[in-house]
Each structure stands twice: as structure tokens, then as C-alpha cells.
């Protein structure tokens, strides 16, 4: 069943590559974004479909999708990024830039989700690693709710 629906994504990003160059602590930065998108149940997977347009015009289309407490986010525009997020566990994804692939490490601390055909919340907090080194330290909360039409 494809449904519209209304989808809010807090972000919190703590970029450990500010702390070698400064030498403190790096600041956490979050951001909130309001999308349009769709929900697909199918049987035990559900999937969120939603297009980002980012402030310098960069656009990219979303994936989320949860099946047995797993999670993967794909991002399809000028950067590619495919995550998967396994609670208490770490996986190897890519990025690609269009120039080169870059292999990171995402290492998932926790996953919650309790979405479903009414709406609901998925929280994941993890870290990714570049070469061996921890990079970020990122929280994500995609808050869905239905919705009378998306684009």
C-alpha cells in the first residue's frame, strides 16, 4: 500500500574533523527539514520515499527503508550514499561523489523505530568511520505522519 505522508528529519552532526584543525571540541550542528514523500507497506517491509533539495540547489532522492529492525538510508543526487544501520553493530557502505567512492564504517549505537501505516518515529545514533578514524558522530530522528497528498 503506497500512501502520502508528511515527513520531518532532525539531523545532529558532531564532526570530528573540526577538532583536529581547531583543536577543541567541535561544535554539534543540527538542522530540521520538512518534506513531502510516500510510505510503502509491504508485508514486513516499509519504505520512505521523499525528494531533498539542499540550500546551494543540490537535489537528491531519498530511500529509507526498515525491515526486521534494520535499517537503510539511500541517497541518490550528485552524492551517492547507501547506510545501513544494524543496532549494536557495524556495517561497511560507500559514498560516491561522481569522482571517487569512499568506503566508510558506520557503526550504529541504537535504532528505534515505531513506524507504521498511522505514522510514527525512527531514531538511529551512530558514528561513521573514515580509514579506521571516527569522523562523525550523527543522531537522526524522520518523524512521518500521514498526509492528504505529496509531491
Keep these: 500500500m503506497k500512501m502520502p505522508v508528511e515527513i520531518m528529519v532532525t539531523n545532529k552532526k558532531l564532526n570530528y574533523r573540526d577538532m583536529c584543525v581547531a583543536g577543541d571540541i567541535p561544535e554539534a550542528h543540527e538542522s530540521t527539514e520538512n518534506y513531502n514523500g ?3 507497506i509491504n508485508g514486513e517491509k516499509l519504505s520512505l520515499d521523499y525528494d531533498e533539495v539542499f540550500d546551494d540547489g543540490i537535489t537528491a532522492s531519498t530511500s529509507v527503508m526498515l525491515q526486521n529492525g534494520i535499517a537503510l538510508i539511500s541517497h541518490r543526487g550528485e552524492i551517492n550514499t547507501n547506510l545501513v544501520f544494524l543496532p549494536g553493530d ?17 557503526n550504529t ?3 528505534k523505530s515505531n513506524i507504521g501505516p498511522l505514522g510514527g518515529k525512527l531514531k538511529i545514533d551512530y558514528t561513521i568511520e573514515i580509514m579506521g578514524n571516527v569522523a562523525e558522530k550523527n543522531s537522526i530522528c524522520v518523524s512521518v505522519c500521514p498526509s492528504d497528498s505529496a509531491s
Design 38 to 40: 510516500f510510505m510503502v
Design 109 to 111: 549505537q541504537s535504532l
Design 90 to 106: 557495524s556495517c561497511d557502505c560507500v559514498c560516491n561523489n561522481g569522482y571517487r567512492t569512499m568506503n566508510l564504517r558506520v
